[in-house]
């Protein structure tokens, strides 16, 4: 339910070929579970299944919801201005706290028809067609759940990600309502809304580790094992005899990093710039989603100031007094 990857070439891209990749995930998914759900709303009409509209009303969130992921796609390509000098990527995690609310309201809508169903029985028909769409949304919601993540996971996309964790919770849910209609064959009708009252405790439950995901990136958090890899591809550079302090933290589906590294404290200011340049390099191909990186070269024991070499050295000149010649 939360996948993940380790695979360092799922990050070697741009930022806009990044963007385009989630831009069309989000269409393409958009398009499948419309779909999906068109064909759930005409036979929860015909069914009156209670499970069948929670997992359409479910299905209806994520159509609300990716509209607005979108336009989060296309605002973070904009160009870095002179107020908002790391770019507008964080707006993708914005959105993922829209789609966390959208998400909360349909499981509380869903919680509601089913106690009401509880309370007021009311009786299926058409349970064959019910069965049916039960197990088509099963299966698109399932697909659409694949693509996502696969994608998601390839840009360093949360909120992609956490889509496709809720498609496939929808897969999930489809499921179950698959259980339900059996439940009414077998003359235990009360199963239905209560198939409804589990559908809505699951969305929950995949709400809250979704919307505990955004709330880290947008704290500046990184998931655990991230520094230690920034830390160990520094190392690995010959000339850096030590690594001090690393900070990493996502811009969107873009991570940004700093980290210090010790050099020899009779390394030339040229030598230096040379060191720091082959450490960024290193780090740009050992770290997934990693965009930029700042690179502080400190000089052995007994001398007094670090040097730093920024992501672009050559626009950020260096005071000639922070390294001996």
């Given at each position: 339910m939360?996948?993940?990857?380790?695979?360092?070439?799922?990050?070697?891209?741009?930022?806009?070929?990044?963007?385009?990749?989630?831009?069309?995930?989000?269409?393409?998914?958009?398009?499948?579970?419309?779909?999906?759900?068109?064909?759930?709303?005409?036979?929860v009409a015909l069914s009156g299944s209670i499970a069948l509209l929670a997992d359409t009303v479910h299905n209806l969130g994520h159509l609300a919801t990716t509209i607005p992921l979108i336009i989060a796609f296309r605002i973070g390509r904009r160009q870095p201005t002179r107020r908002y000098s790391y770019g507008y990527r964080r707006a993708e995690?914005?959105?993922?706290?829209?789609?966390?609310?959208?998400?909360?309201?349909?499981?509380?809508?869903?919680?509601?028809?089913?106690?009401?169903?509880?309370?007021?029985?009311?009786?299926?028909?058409?349970?064959?067609?019910?069965?049916?769409?039960?197990?088509?949304?099963?299966?698109?919601?399932?697909?659409?759940?694949?693509?996502?993540?696969?994608?998601?996971?390839?840009?360093?996309?949360?909120?992609?990600?956490?889509?496709?964790?809720?498609?496939r919770t929808d897969a999930l849910t489809s499921l179950a309502v698959a259980i339900g209609v059996i439940g009414v064959w077998l003359g235990v009708p009360q199963l239905d809304p209560l198939i409804g009252l589990v559908i809505g405790?699951?969305?929950?439950?995949?709400?809250?580790?979704?919307?505990?995901?955004?709330?880290r990136r947008l704290m500046d958090g990184v998931d655990d094992g991230t520094l230690e890899r920034v830390e160990a591809a520094a190392a690995e550079v010959p000339g850096v005899t030590g690594v001090g302090e690393a900070r990493a933290r996502w811009s969107g589906h873009r991570m940004h990093a700093e980290v210090d590294i010790t050099a020899d404290s009779g390394l030339t200011l040229p030598r230096a710039h040379e060191l720091s340049a082959r450490v960024r390099e290193h780090l740009?191909?050992?770290?997934?989603?990693l965009e930029r990186v700042g690179v502080y070269v400190v000089p052995g024991a007994g001398e007094p100031a670090p040097i730093r070499e920024a992501t672009q050295p050559a626009q950020t000149p260096v005071a000639p007094h922070a390294w001996p010649h």
């Open positions: 939360t996948p993940h990857s380790h695979d360092h070439t799922d990050s070697i891209q741009t930022a806009e070929e990044s963007s385009s990749i989630g831009i069309r995930a989000a269409w393409i998914s958009l398009a499948g579970m419309g779909a999906t759900a068109l064909l759930q709303i005409v036979i995690d914005l959105v993922g706290l829209l789609i966390g609310l959208v998400i909360a309201l349909s499981a509380a809508l869903i919680i509601w028809e089913s106690v009401r169903a509880l309370l007021q029985p009311r009786e299926l028909t058409n349970l064959g067609w019910v069965m049916a769409a039960a197990l088509i949304g099963a299966a698109g919601n399932e697909a659409v759940a694949i693509y996502r993540i696969r994608a998601g996971r390839r840009i360093g996309s949360a909120a992609l990600v956490a889509e496709g964790q809720h498609a405790a699951v969305i929950i439950a995949v709400l809250i580790a979704s919307v505990r995901t955004v709330i740009m191909r050992m770290v997934p989603h």
